[in-house]
């Protein structure tokens, strides 16, 4: 049952740090996340037979992001009307795309109370509830800065609300214009095999989208360093024992992010049913 799962799960999130879980509050569904396939069949095993907690398992996915390649200057009205008081908010930023890794950062340069200062705080949580879900794939959004320079407001209409409300319009409107991309995860993949099935394991690597790094030796086996997408390694571990007799092992570790091919980026959003707005051409 769900509580007998919850504890499982809490229990071997404890013991290992690499493993966490979360809820999808739009379905309900627990999503746990690893360092891959491997690990993650290792854990369910393991519910199984310590727990005694039987699952059903869906297909893994993977944890895309998005990101902005271009600075754009945005401004955003935000003007409603309902009878009585009405919600009022004006922000114009700069939104600048980050070194990759370096995550969100804001910075207010509002000046002489164009923007009071009680709501330059919810303009930074508008801009950041925005990029829990980016307007490509709905994947959230990474290494970007805001630059809060100016705005306006309404004595009555204006609010904390109104201003969270049109920061998060506006970075949506903005992203669209900051020629925004996937990026998806890339893992550092060795390969430990037979002199024999080399060739075989290397091209395998290549048409998985991976790229050589190294190759050495270690005893009479051959070392293969690679790096390769992680969606392009689901059922590694089964083509690799079939293409070499059983005879070769791997191990993978998070590489970085990198921007996905555009035939790539396609599909992703084509499956996904473009982002926050829907796909716009």
């Not at 854990?43 to 902005?68: H, L």
């Not at 003007?79 to 004006?90: A, V």
């Not at 004595?155 to 506006?170: A, L, N, P, W, Y």
Request: charged content about 30%; proline content about 4%.
């Amino acid at each position: 049952d769900q509580e007998k799962m919850g504890m499982a799960l809490s229990k071997l999130a404890e013991e290992d740090p690499t493993f966490r879980v979360m809820t999808d509050d739009e379905t309900a569904q627990t999503i746990i996340s690893g360092m891959g396939e491997l690990h993650l069949d290792i854990i369910v095993d393991r519910m199984r037979r310590e727990f005694n907690v039987e699952t059903t398992v869906g297909q893994p996915q993977v944890a895309y992001r998005e990101t902005i390649q271009e600075e754009v200057d945005h401004e955003e009205k935000y003007s409603k009307q309902t009878g009585g008081r009405g919600q009022f908010g004006h922000v114009q930023f700069k939104l600048i795309p980050q070194e990759p890794g370096k995550g969100y950062e804001f910075e207010s340069t509002v000046v002489g109370g164009r923007i009071p200062r009680e709501f330059i705080n919810p303009c930074d949580k508008g801009f950041q509830e925005a990029m829990t879900r980016g307007i490509l794939a709905g994947y959230p959004v990474v290494d970007v800065k805001v630059n809060l320079y100016d705005g306006s407001y309404h004595d009555v209409d204006s609010s904390e609300m109104s201003f969270k409300t049109v920061s998060s319009i506006g970075f949506r409107e903005a992203a669209k214009k900051a020629k925004p991309v996937i990026l998806e995860p890339v893992m550092k993949v060795e390969v430990v095999v037979p002199e024999e099935f080399l060739g075989d394991v290397m091209g395998d690597l290549s048409s998985r989208r991976g790229m050589i790094k190294e190759q050495s030796d270690r005893g009479t086996a051959k070392v293969i360093d690679a790096v390769v997408p992680l969606a392009a390694m689901f059922g590694y571990a089964t083509e690799l024992r079939s293409m070499t007799q059983g005879r070769a092992n791997y191990s993978m570790e998070f590489g970085h992010y990198e921007k996905v091919p555009n035939n790539v980026a396609e599909e992703i959003i084509k499956k996904r049913g473009g982002g926050s707005n829907k796909k716009e051409d």
